[in-house]
C-alpha cells in the first residue's frame, strides 16, 4: 500500500474568506476609533427639533 500523502492543509476558501473577515474587522474597528462613521445610537436618524422633550402620544393622554 502506498504511503499516504500528508494532511493539505485548509482549503483556499477558507483562507480567503478568513482574510477578508480579518480586514473587514479590522475596518469596523479603525471607523469606530476614528469616529469617522459618525455618532451612532437612536438619535441618529432625529432631527435636533426632535431630541428636546417629546409630547406623548395621543393613546397615553389621559
Not at 11 to 32: E, Q
Amino acid at each position: 500500500m502506498a504511503d499516504q500523502s500528508p494532511y493539505p492543509g485548509m482549503p483556499g476558501w477558507v483562507k480567503i474568506s478568513g482574510t477578508i473577515l480579518g480586514v473587514l474587522i479590522l475596518l469596523a474597528v479603525i471607523l469606530m476609533v476614528t469616529g469617522i462613521g459618525g455618532p451612532h445610537g437612536p438619535g441618529r436618524h432625529l432631527s435636533p427639533a426632535d431630541t428636546g422633550s417629546q409630547m406623548p402620544s395621543a393613546g397615553d393622554r389621559p
